[in-house]
């Protein structure tokens, strides 16, 4: 059985999940986005449990608290392989333009392809590359939850007119999750959490 917490991080206000197995005890982080006190408690707690570092995409709100992470964790860090290479653009992952500084350094350990999988626990990762607000972004689908980054927001989706971004591409991203059969919870970059029923009814970019 998965678990999730809800950690949010930093002046843009950046979901990190906490994902743990409650059988096995094994833990995967997605995108520490900042320096956080919460987070770093739970890493220094449960420092030998954390499998993964999950990036739904390059930019620094989702990545900059990762190399932290990386230093104090035997952690891989997972993201596509087309994002792997803005990681450490400070240009491109925006670290420079809208925080005035780059990232520490990351190193992804992990690069993806669509509907590739990781085993986690008594279950296992799909990654979906939804391209659109990165032409590297991806989901991460685990059991019935649903991890969308700056794809998918409840009731919006996330802005094309950064680096790589494209408003077609994430057209059709958003048409292929409004294509999954199963009702996901929906845990998005920023904002509050959904379920794909709900986004499939009322989220006109679902439509």
Do not use: W
Request: glycine share 6%; net charge negative.
């Amino acid at each position: 059985m998965i678990e999730v917490q809800t950690i949010q991080v930093g002046e843009m206000e950046t979901n990190c999940y906490i994902i743990t197995d409650t059988e096995t005890n094994d833990i995967a982080i997605v995108d520490p986005g900042a320096v956080s006190k919460k987070v770093r408690k739970f890493v220094e707690r449960y420092t030998d449990n954390i499998r993964y570092i999950l990036l739904t995409h390059a930019h620094f709100d989702h990545i900059a608290y990762t190399a932290y992470i990386q230093k104090n964790t035997h952690a891989k860090t997972v993201i596509s392989e087309i994002d792997e290479q803005i990681l450490n653009d400070s240009m491109k992952n925006l670290s420079v333009p809208f925080d005035g500084r780059p990232v520490p350094e990351i190193k992804a350990d992990i690069t993806l392809k669509d509907n590739d999988t990781l085993p986690f626990g008594n279950t296992e990762i799909r990654f979906l590359l939804t391209p659109g607000h990165t032409q590297g972004s991806g989901c991460f689908l685990i059991e019935n939850h649903l991890f969308t980054g700056d794809t998918l927001m409840k009731l919006s989706m996330g802005r094309t007119d950064l680096p790589t971004g494209n408003i077609r591409e994430i057209g059709s991203s958003l048409q292929r999750l409004a294509k999954l059969e199963q009702n996901y919870k929906v845990y998005p970059g920023h904002g509050g959490l959904s379920d794909l029923a709900y986004e499939k009814m009322y989220n006109p970019y679902l439509n």
